[in-house]
C-alpha cells in the first residue's frame, strides 16, 4: 500500500486534528525529514540554535515543526505562549531548514500533555509526506535538548536505509554542572541504561531505550500502528514498543541527542522529574533493579524458546501470571491457539515491554534494589562504578 493510501486510511480511522492544527505552508516536492518539537512553558531558542549549526547540504529534504501547547485552562500560560507563536512564526534557521508552527493553545485539559502534542505533530507530518508521496522519517525531539552537528545528516542518511523505527543515541551533558548534580544525572542515566543492558542480557529481543526527545519512525510504520498515543507521560515508552516487534528496528549511535540535566515540572516523568525526585530525597537512582531479577527474565526467554509445557516449570512465572489474571487469561489464549513450532515467536508479540516491565516490578518485591556497580558485576562481570561504569553501559 502506498504512502498516500496509508496516510488517507490512517485519518479515517483516527480523530482528525488537521482541521484545526495544519500547518500553513505547503510541503516542499524534495521533503523526507521532518523533526517534531513540542513546546510548553519552556524557551524554544535552546533546541533551535543548535539544530541550526547542524550541517545541511539540502535544506529542502528537511523540516521542524515545533507545536506550542497548553490545556485552555491554564491562561497563567496563554500570554507566554502567544507571543512565542508570534515569534516562530518569524524565526528562520540560518542553515535553511524551514521551520514550521503549529498553535495548539486550547487543548482538552483532560488530554493536553506531551503525547497529545507529539501526537498532533507527528499525525502532521505524516500527512505532510503522504502529500507528496514521501514515505520518509518523522523524528520526535524535546526542547530542552542539544543535538550533534552530524544530528540532521546522519538522520538522512538512516532515512534511504529500510528502517521502520529507531531510537537515537543520547547523552546527558554534565558540563557546568556542580559536583552533587553531575552524580545525580550519572545515577539517573546508569539507572536507565542499567535496564535495557540487563534485558538485552537476559535475552529479551526488545530492550532499546525509549525517549521520546530521542526517536524516529518510518511515516508508514507510524500510520500503520495507530500512530502516537495521546499519554501525558510514557508516550514514547508504549509508542517504541508497539514499533520494535515490526522490522527493521535501529539504533542510530552515530548521532546524539543532549537532553538537559535539569529539575522540572512539566511531565510526571523524564529527567527532570527524576531530578527534582533526587533532590527532595524521594528516589535513590544509585540503586537499581536486583540482577537476580534478570537471572528470572532469562530463564523465562530461554523457556519460552523450548515451549509453553517448559514455562510452567518456572515458579516466578507461574506466580506472575496468578498476580495478573488478564495476562493470565490472555497468555493462555495465546498458548491455545499456537503450534508447538510457533509457539517462541508469537510469544514474543504477546510478551511485550509493558508485561516485561511488570513482571520486573512484581519480582522486585521479593528481590530489593541494589547498588549499580553490584548488580552490574553480577550480569556482566565489570567491576565499575561512576562515569566509568556509565561509558561501558554506553558502549555496544
Not at 544530528?151 to 529507531?166: K, S
Not at 535495557?196 to 526527545?213: D, E, M, N, V
Not at 504477546?350 to 552490574?376: I, M, Y
Request: proline letters at 4%.
Amino acid at each position: 500500500m502506498s504512502i498516500q493510501a496509508l496516510g488517507e486510511h490512517y485519518f479515517k480511522r483516527f480523530p482528525n486534528f488537521r482541521a484545526q492544527y495544519a500547518c500553513a505552508d505547503a510541503p516542499l516536492a524534495a521533503l523526507r525529514l521532518i523533526i517534531t518539537i513540542p513546546l510548553f512553558k519552556e524557551e524554544a531558542e535552546y533546541i533551535l540554535s543548535s539544530l541550526e549549526e547542524c550541517t545541511v547540504n539540502a535544506p529542502a529534504e528537511i523540516e521542524v515543526i515545533a507545536i506550542v501547547n497548553q490545556a485552555a485552562d491554564r491562561t497563567d500560560l496563554l500570554g507566554f505562549h502567544r507571543e512565542q507563536v508570534e515569534a516562530l512564526k518569524k524565526r528562520s534557521l540560518k542553515n535553511g531548514i524551514p521551520l514550521r508552527v503549529i498553535s495548539a493553545l486550547n487543548l482538552d485539559p483532560k488530554q493536553a500533555g506531551v503525547g497529545l502534542a507529539r501526537k498532533i505533530a507527528m499525525d502532521e507530518a505524516l500527512a505532510r509526506l503522504a502529500q507528496i508521496g514521501k514515505d520518509g522519517l518523522i523524528v520526535g525531539l524535546d526542547g530542552d535538548c542539544k543535538v550533534s552537528k552530524n544530528y540532521v545528516q546522519e538522520l538522512l542518511q538512516a532515512e534511504q536505509f529500510n528502517i521502520n523505527a529507531a531510537s537515537l543515541h543520547f547523552e546527558h551533558p554534565l558540563a557546568g554542572l556542580e559536583a552533587r548534580e553531575q552524580k545525580n544525572i550519572i545515577d539517573y542515566e546508569i539507572w536507565l541504561r542499567y535496564y535495557a543492558r540487563a534485558l538485552q542480557w537476559s535475552g529479551f529481543p526488545f530492550h532499546y531505550l525509549t525517549i521520546g526527545s530521542s526517536m524516529a519512525v518510518r511515516a508508514s510504520a507510524y500510520a500503520k500502528i495507530g500512530g502516537m498515543n495521546r499519554r501525558k507521560a510514557g508516550e514514547d515508552f508504549y509508542f517504541l514498543h508497539k514499533l520494535m516487534p515490526m522490522s527493521n528496528y535501529a539504533e542510530l549511535k552515530d548521532l546524539t541527542v543532549f537532553p538537559q540535566a535539569r529539575i522540572s515540572d512539566r511531565v510526571p516523568f523524564g529527567t527532570g522529574r527524576a531530578m527534582a525526585e533526587i533532590e527532595a530525597g524521594n528516589k535513590d537512582f544509585s540503586l537499581v533493579y536486583n540482577a537476580l531479577i534478570f537471572n528470572e527474565l532469562k530463564s523465562i526467554n530461554e523457556m519460552a524458546s523450548l515451549g509453553n509445557e517448559n514455562l510452567k516449570s518456572l515458579s516466578f512465572w507461574t506466580d506472575f501470571l496468578e498476580q495478573e489474571p488478564k495476562f493470565k487469561q490472555s497468555f493462555q489464549a495465546l498458548a491455545e491457539r499456537s503450534s508447538e513450532a510457533s509457539f517462541a515467536q508469537n510469544f514474543y508479540y504477546w510478551w511485550d515491554g509493558f508485561k516485561v516491565l511488570k513482571f520486573v516490578h512484581f519480582r522486585a518485591q521479593r528481590h530489593p534494589p541494589q547498588n549499580a556497580s553490584a548488580a552490574a558485576e553480577i550480569l556482566f562481570g565489570k567491576d565499575l562504578e561512576g562515569m566509568d561504569l556509565l561509558n561501558y553501559l554506553k558502549s555496544d
